[in-house]
């Protein structure tokens, strides 16, 4: 009878040696896993956690109070694709060879997401697909919505087509969310590049079963508060309410499966909401994110942070924090510090910059706590913002009130023909960047000290001023795709993919 009793005890003891493994996999102190969920042209403060009072977000809110914000967050590009690939790599857009909106990533482009595959974490993405092909290979699974069929088109009604009711999750790219989550191996720590289509056009109604009031929108200062801008928001809201509840999904699986304590989730967009003076340009309104990092345990709750930080900080601490050296390639900065004290501050400056999106364009700004510097290599034509956003209501709108002489100054901004060279703004007294600066004496060396800066960043990161601005494939007017449409890609260097020292 002893023996047995030994024997079981052993085996006990055997068995539990066997899952030790697993449950350090599952929730344990060990690297963590990482979920990372893009938004789709979402603005900064378009949600409750970050002031909007009237948007009905209860997840990312939750995410906020269980969490850290950001309030000082900056995307490299107020681009899709070129923000993504920004991210992906950990380098600026110019440098990742992907800078124009639908040019994919190139296979000579080194991703933090093999690093970690070749760590033995399980890598996964799924939703929105803007990369291109030649990256797919760096996940273990990639779950495509575009391939799906739900891609968005560069032309109208990309996905009116389908029903609202039914096919919510689909339209939104989020219906591969839960499900990779729980394919995933159970004996490995994970990484999901969940991405979303929504807010981003076209909108329709009945895209949530209780939508926003046009009564109960913000309009910001730089666009007309009309019936037509306000139903166009209200309907903006509705997509960020329904992706809202993709969030909390999320939320609510790595709770099912106990691994909320040993996961760190992050939430972001990849630029600023698809109206005028907002996507597509370097103003707060195009560039700034709504980045949130929760990470039970060793975040603490109800956090948040002024620290300046961009998008391309997010790789180099993802891999720090798995136990990986982020390598020559890698151009951002370790956020990690700011995770354990809010105060901390590992940059004084973010970088941003504007190229092809639909129009002519090329810009590049400056940023510190307190001064936006903006240097426009294109001031002959006007800020048109996407063509998706000029055959929009909202925009429909504003060329009827500019031709009655309606608008404010800063709302004609998308009209204006030629611009300043240079701008620059002083963001504690101006936050919506209406009063530029660049030609008063008073602000002379703000003016010298940011341009400077803007300089040194051109050199470190190799960003030169192209020969040539790819052209307008659609009528800055009415957003209809020009008969004349080519683009065609410029031979470069492939050896500033990797050489340029980090800034």
Not at 269 to 289: A, E, Q, V
Request: hydrophobic share 35%.
């Amino acid at each position: 009878m002893r023996a047995r009793i030994m024997k079981t005890v052993k085996l006990a003891a055997l068995l539990g040696l066997m899952l030790a493994p697993a449950k350090a996999a599952e929730d344990g102190p060990g690297r963590p896993n990482v979920v990372l969920m893009i938004a789709d042209d979402m603005a900064w403060d378009d949600s409750g956690a970050f002031g909007n009072p009237k948007i009905r977000t209860p997840n990312i809110d939750r995410l906020a109070r269980e969490g850290l914000r950001f309030d000082r967050a900056f995307i490299t590009a107020s681009s899709c694709s070129p923000s993504r690939s920004s991210l992906i790599t950990g380098r600026y857009p110019h440098e990742t060879d992907a800078e124009e909106l639908h040019w994919p990533l190139p296979p000579g482009q080194i991703t933090f997401v093999e690093k970690l595959k070749a760590a033995g974490y399980w890598t996964a993405a799924a939703g929105k697909w803007h990369l291109g092909n030649a990256v797919k290979n760096r996940f273990d699974l990639v779950r495509d919505a575009n391939a799906a069929g739900f891609q968005l088109a560069t032309g109208k009604g990309a996905r009116a087509s389908m029903t609202a009711e039914g096919s919510s999750a689909a339209q939104a790219g989020c219906d591969q969310w839960v499900p990779v989550l729980r394919d995933r191996p159970k004996d490995r720590p994970f990484f999901l590049w969940l991405a979303a289509f929504d807010p981003h056009r076209d909108y329709q109604p009945g895209t949530i079963a209780r939508p926003h009031r046009p009564e109960e929108v913000v309009v910001p200062p730089y666009l007309p508060d009309t019936p037509e801008v306000r139903a166009d928001l209200a309907l903006y809201y509705d997509e960020i309410a329904r992706l809202d509840r993709h969030v909390g999904e999320v939320l609510a699986e790595l709770d099912r499966q106990g691994v909320a304590g040993n996961t760190l989730v992050l939430f972001l967009s990849d630029n600023g909401r698809p109206f005028p003076r907002c996507k597509t340009t370097l103003y707060d309104s195009g560039i700034r994110t709504p980045l949130i990092a929760r990470w039970p345990g060793r975040i603490g709750p109800g956090g948040r942070t002024s620290s300046l930080v961009s998008t391309v900080d997010l790789a180099p601490t993802i891999l720090g924090l798995a136990g990986i050296e982020p390598g020559p390639t890698i151009q951002g900065k370790d956020i990690a510090p700011i995770f354990k004290d809010p105060k901390a501050k590992v940059r004084d400056l973010i970088f941003a910059e504007r190229n092809w999106h639909d129009f002519a364009s090329h810009g590049r700004a400056a940023r510190s706590e307190r001064l936006k510097y903006i240097r426009n290599d294109d001031a002959d034509r006007p800020l048109t913002p996407p063509a998706d956003a000029v055959r929009s209501p909202t925009f429909l709108a504003m060329r009827r009130l500019r031709d009655e002489g309606k608008l404010t100054p800063i709302q004609r901004a998308c009209f204006t023909s030629p611009r300043p060279a240079e701008e620059l703004y002083d963001l504690d007294a101006d936050p919506n960047e209406t009063v530029n600066l660049a030609g008063d004496p008073k602000h002379a060396d703000d003016l010298a000290r940011m341009r400077q800066a803007l300089v040194v960043w051109t050199r470190q990161t190799a960003d030169v001023l192209p020969e040539k601005l790819s052209p307008d494939e659609f009528d800055r007017e009415t957003g209809d795709p020009l008969p004349n449409r080519a683009r065609p890609r410029p031979a470069k260097s492939t050896a500033r993919s990797t050489a340029s020292p980090r800034p």
